[in-house]
């Protein structure tokens, strides 16, 4: 069997074509392995385990596989496993012979390579699952195999690099059989996410059977609408990733017959239905904090998941916004979630949060800007000012340009001061109910012209420089939207030099550095991108 180096997902099915329809009368077995270590020298997994518990609670919830039938091995070594699948197929083999269908699902999270298995230092040859699952006597097998490695907030899955193991993709078992092989691409990472607490993989395959994957809105979930919709969610999911896109590939074909039964969601009444709106991307999870049970993306045709009575919560995701609430479902009911019955998030709200959705937020600020004259006697100085403030989670800083012009005016001379001021704003913000109070500082240069009339003699226009240390502290407030409301007060103290009068007319104009404060005030209307 090929896992492919580095093996992201690999699913390998085997179904025997049959004349009656998939899903009459038949048993269903599952062996489902999650196992967190590898070797010595892999990284421990945070999730594996995780994921193999996830889809063994589906399967029995809606997957039709009864809970005397399901293994769940969690932290077993190789013995364990190899011992469980040949007890499984001991009962499998019983059930056939009396005439009836089968169906056996094995399915394993963990570390790999292309010639094993590693379950914490033991190894499961690849070969010899491949031949227990081929040799079961079960009239439906499915082999589905998610292995991984860890590294960062979303952690590369997989296992050293070796030669892949070649397999016939038409290769026919005794019978009317053939096996159908689906990898991720050679050379591929598969990974897994913080966020979602799993693997992108096993998160929308179980999303999937929940429902997510109802392409045609039946009820029923297909091995063809499940693949499909895990393959499309993982490539969406990993393409914002560092470690890259991962390609999950499915082959299979069902010669004489309809497409596997995998899920029949809508017909189980000691588990309700939820309904979501259209536009928008929802993902589940226990209320309180608990795991991530499934998601609905906004493109999907299927609105409806069904879940286990009790109390959840939700998060819609929008292009600039989430949604968050409770909602709670009853057994045999169905629950429909509306958008005004959530509370909206922006996103730079949620990334000082802490959130994963975004690592930061940015965009465009227009505004005014006002500042008291640092010469005794002048008129504030005022002007436009452009801003492109970007929010990350500990500080938000803020590039701004403004052009301001000021007066003075005595009984020897008049002077208009033009001022370009290229600033850095640096904050930390607090969101409180219905505003963000943020303090921070300000450190920006000034190129000033100074334009003289009414002198006794002629005076040419003068540009100089000057550098300024603020301390601000500011509100912002959602007006629409993306659309936002902000204003800042700041208090600056400005260096510069002054040129002083020589004592002889005809030594060097002598000057010197100052330090003269000034009030400075902004209000902007920004947009979120």
């Known amino acids: 069997m090929t896992i492919a180096r580095c093996a992201a997902t690999v699913v390998a099915a085997v179904v025997l074509a049959l004349s009656t329809p998939a899903t009459a009368g038949v048993e269903r077995f599952a062996v489902v392995v999650g196992h967190n270590r590898g070797?010595?020298?892999?990284?421990?997994?945070?999730?594996?385990?995780?994921?193999?518990?996830?889809?063994?609670?589906?399967?029995?919830?809606?997957?039709?596989?009864?809970?005397?039938?399901?293994?769940?091995?969690?932290?077993?070594?190789?013995?364990?496993?190899?011992?469980?699948?040949?007890?499984?197929?001991?009962?499998?083999?019983?059930?056939?012979?009396?005439?009836?269908?089968?169906?056996?699902?094995?399915?394993?999270s963990g570390h790999a390579d292309a010639q094993s298995l590693h379950l914490g230092g033991s190894h499961l040859e690849v070969e010899e699952i491949e031949r227990l699952v081929r040799g079961s006597a079960a009239s439906f097998r499915l082999l589905i195999l998610d292995s991984c490695r860890s590294g960062a907030l979303t952690r590369v899955k997989g296992g050293r690099s070796a030669p892949a193991i070649p397999v016939a993709l038409d290769a026919r078992l005794a019978g009317e059989g053939v096996v159908f092989l689906t990898s991720s691409s050679a050379r591929e990472d598969a990974q897994e996410s913080d966020e979602l607490k799993g693997s992108f993989f096993t998160h929308y395959l179980v999303s999937g059977l929940l429902g997510a994957a109802d392409r045609n809105r039946d009820g029923r979930v297909v091995l063809r609408e499940a693949y499909q919709h895990a393959f499309d969610q993982t490539v969406l999911a990993s393409s914002r990733t560092v470690a890259g896109i991962q390609h999950p590939t499915f082959r299979y074909e069902l010669a004489g017959q309809g497409d596997i039964v995998l899920s029949e969601f809508g017909?189980?009444?000691?588990?309700?239905?939820?309904?979501?709106?259209?536009?928008?991307?929802?993902?589940?999870?226990?209320?309180?904090?608990?795991?991530?049970?499934?998601?609905?993306?906004?493109?999907?045709?299927?609105?409806?998941?069904?879940?286990?009575?009790?109390?959840?919560f939700v998060r819609g995701r929008a292009r600039s916004y989430l949604l968050e609430g409770d909602f709670t479902v009853v057994a045999g009911g169905t629950t429909r979630v509306a958008d005004d019955s959530l509370e909206r998030i922006e996103y730079a709200r949620l990334v000082r949060k802490g959130g994963s959705e975004r690592d930061l937020v940015h965009g465009p600020a227009v505004g005014y800007f006002l500042r008291s004259s640092v010469i005794d006697g002048g008129s504030p100085c005022q002007g436009p000012l452009v801003a492109y403030p970007i929010v990350l989670r500990h500080?938000?800083?803020?590039?701004?340009?403004?052009?301001?012009?000021?007066?003075?005016?005595?009984?020897?001379?008049?002077?208009?001061?033009?001022?370009?001021?290229?600033?850095?704003?640096?904050?930390?913000?607090?969101?409180?109910?219905?505003?963000?109070?943020?303090?921070?500082?300000?450190?920006?240069?000034?190129?000033?012209?100074?334009?003289?009339?009414?002198?006794?003699?002629?005076?040419?226009?003068?540009?100089?420089?000057?550098?300024?240390?603020d301390v601000t502290a500011g509100a912002e407030i959602v007006v629409r939207r993306e659309l936002y409301l902000a204003a800042d007060l700041g208090a600056q103290s400005h260096f510069f030099r002054v040129r002083d009068l020589p004592l002889d007319e005809n030594a060097p104009e002598p000057s010197h550095w100052t330090a003269r404060f000034a009030l400075s005030g902004a209000v902007l209307l920004g947009w979120r991108l």
Not at 267 to 291: E, I
Not at 409 to 427: K, W
């Open 267 to 312: 017909s189980n009444k000691q588990r309700g239905l939820v309904h979501f709106p259209s536009g928008k991307t929802y993902v589940v999870a226990r209320r309180g904090g608990g795991d991530v049970i499934a998601e609905v993306d906004s493109q999907a045709r299927s609105r409806t998941l069904s879940l286990e009575p009790g109390g959840y």
């Open 395 to 469: 500080f938000s800083i803020a590039p701004r340009l403004a052009v301001c012009r000021g007066h003075f005016e005595n009984q020897a001379l008049a002077a208009r001061t033009d001022a370009l001021d290229l600033q850095v704003r640096l904050t930390h913000a607090w969101d409180l109910p219905h505003v963000t109070l943020d303090l921070g500082v300000v450190a920006g240069g000034e190129l000033l012209r100074e334009g003289f009339r009414d002198t006794r003699a002629d005076a040419p226009d003068r540009w100089s420089g000057a550098g300024h240390l």
């Open 39 to 108: 070797d010595g020298d892999e990284a421990t997994l945070k999730y594996a385990e995780d994921d193999a518990r996830k889809l063994a609670e589906v399967l029995e919830g809606v997957g039709g596989f009864p809970a005397e039938n399901t293994v769940l091995l969690r932290g077993k070594g190789a013995s364990d496993v190899r011992r469980s699948l040949i007890a499984v197929n001991e009962r499998v083999r019983a059930r056939a012979g009396s005439g009836r269908q089968t169906m056996l699902l094995v399915y394993y």
